[in-house]
């Protein structure tokens, strides 16, 4: 049945037991992939790697029966598996067809594309009681009030004057990449839904900080593959040669990258997979190295060292602060955990 966006953002939440597929489509892709990953985020345990499977929708086309086997399957864990099938289409309507033709099992999120009036997937979702289905349209300025409100009330944050159009434009109304942008800020103020806090144009500049040179890339590359004697060796090559600031700002980004990449995993993607699928994409020369690095950083670490590297910044910021040598005992620190961290 068709659904309001407010009762699928619920269901993204807490899913009721009596729906049993969720179908998210239209011109908006990056506002169903969003939803997905709310679904997965719901059901994802880092104690059960099985919590979430996914299945690309053209080797549904090949066996529908897959998706029948893969909701029925009782998890060894003992709790419930989310089904997530990508690019779904009206091929994918005999697998469905199938999945609700049997009893009640592990509940399948569809997210699809643009679907053309008359789509026989949709008119089948929309018509069956026990599944939900939303279309996302493509996004417009007006909608950046209401599309920030929403990912901001997960994180305690809620956007000032004029701060919520000028985020939205900076993120082309892309939900994932406004998802990242929010997640930063809230980490950067502290926010939380016990502790919200407002944004403003300021707080936008502050994290928007310039790509670093080539010295403080390799210096990023060294403490993200946990190398700690060679982050040691390069901060003392450094010395008072590059700022403090420039320093930290580099390794956030690739840390945030790297969180990207990580949820992507903890959603039940594989390493590679995820690094395979990355946007923007991983330049190839790059690609093994990453792969390691997402293997290696778990979610809870890279949030860890996120909020670190941003109390660091402030540390310097204030009055009597230390400066560098704040930034490269941050560095270091970062560097030694990521050196002990189990891949």
Same mark, same amino acid.
């Given at each position: 049945?068709? @659904?309001? &966006? /407010?009762?699928?953002?619920?269901?993204?939440?807490?899913?009721?037991?009596?729906?049993?597929?969720?179908? *998210?489509?239209?011109?908006? $892709?990056?506002?169903? &992939? +969003?939803?997905?990953?709310?679904?997965?985020?719901?059901?994802?345990?880092?104690?059960?790697?099985?919590?979430?499977?996914?299945?690309?929708?053209?080797?549904?086309?090949?066996?529908? %029966?897959?998706?029948?086997?893969?909701?029925?399957?009782?998890?060894?864990?003992?709790?419930?598996?989310?089904? #997530?099938?990508?690019? /779904? +289409?009206?091929?994918?309507?005999?697998?469905?067809?199938?999945?609700?033709?049997?009893?009640?099992?592990?509940?399948?999120?569809?997210?699809?594309?643009?679907?053309?009036?008359?789509?026989?997937?949709?008119?089948?979702? $929309?018509?069956?009681?026990?599944?939900?289905?939303?279309?996302?349209?493509?996004?417009?300025? #007006?909608?950046?009030?209401?599309?920030?409100?929403?990912?901001?009330?997960?994180?305690?944050?809620?956007?000032? #004057?004029?701060?919520?159009?000028?985020?939205?434009? @900076?993120?082309?109304?892309?939900?994932?990449?406004?998802?990242?942008?929010?997640?930063?800020?809230?980490?950067?103020? +502290?926010?939380?839904?016990?502790?919200?806090?407002?944004?403003? *144009?300021?707080? *936008?500049?502050?994290?928007?900080?310039?790509?670093?040179?080539?010295? %403080?890339?390799?210096?990023?590359?060294?403490?993200?593959?946990?190398?700690?004697?060679?982050?040691?060796?390069?901060?003392?090559?450094?010395?008072?040669?590059?700022?403090?600031?420039?320093?930290?700002?580099?390794?956030?980004?690739?840390?945030?990258?790297?969180?990207?990449?990580?949820?992507?995993?903890?959603?039940? @993607?594989?390493?590679?997979?995820?690094? +395979?699928?990355?946007?923007?994409?991983?330049?190839?020369?790059?690609?093994? @190295?990453?792969?390691?690095?997402?293997?290696?950083?778990?979610?809870?670490?890279?949030?860890?060292?996120?909020?670190?590297?941003?109390?660091?910044? #402030?540390?310097?910021?204030?009055?009597?602060?230390?400066?560098?040598?704040?930034?490269?005992?941050?560095?270091?620190?970062?560097?030694?955990?990521?050196?002990? %961290?189990?891949?």
């Amino acid at each position: 049945m068709k @659904a309001e &966006r /407010a009762r699928i953002v619920a269901a993204a939440a807490k899913l009721d037991p009596a729906v049993r597929a969720v179908l *998210l489509h239209g011109g908006d $892709e990056s506002a169903s &992939r +969003d939803l997905a990953d709310r679904f997965a985020r719901q059901f994802a345990d880092s104690g059960n790697p099985l919590a979430v499977e996914t299945i690309p929708a053209p080797e549904l086309d090949k066996d529908p %029966a897959r998706l029948v086997a893969a909701a029925g399957a009782v998890s060894m864990f003992g709790d419930r598996t989310l089904i #997530r099938v990508d690019g /779904a +289409d009206d091929d994918t309507l005999t697998a469905l067809t199938q999945l609700l033709d049997g009893p009640p099992g592990n509940p399948v999120v569809l997210v699809a594309g643009t679907l053309r009036k008359g789509s026989k997937l949709l008119t089948a979702c $929309e018509a069956h009681k026990a599944v939900l289905s939303l279309a996302s349209y493509a996004p417009s300025a #007006r909608d950046a009030g209401a599309a920030i409100d929403e990912i901001g009330a997960e994180f305690g944050l809620t956007a000032g #004057r004029g701060a919520a159009a000028k985020l939205f434009e @900076a993120c082309a109304g892309d939900r994932g990449v406004l998802r990242r942008e929010v997640e930063k800020l809230a980490l950067f103020l +502290d926010a939380s839904p016990a502790a919200p806090q407002v944004f403003e *144009l300021a707080d *936008l500049v502050s994290i928007g900080a310039d790509v670093g040179d080539g010295e %403080a890339q390799a210096l990023v590359a060294s403490i993200a593959r946990g190398d700690a004697a060679e982050v040691e060796r390069q901060l003392a090559q450094l010395g008072g040669g590059s700022a403090g600031i420039t320093l930290l700002r580099a390794m956030t980004r690739r840390l945030w990258q790297l969180l990207d990449l990580r949820q992507a995993v903890d959603g039940g @993607a594989s390493p590679e997979s995820a690094v +395979d699928g990355a946007r923007p994409p991983v330049f190839w020369k790059e690609k093994a @190295a990453m792969t390691q690095e997402v293997a290696r950083w778990r979610t809870p670490m890279l949030r860890a060292a996120l909020a670190r590297l941003l109390a660091t910044e #402030r540390a310097i910021k204030s009055p009597g602060g230390a400066g560098d040598v704040l930034a490269m005992q941050a560095l270091l620190g970062i560097a030694v955990q990521a050196a002990g %961290a189990r891949r």
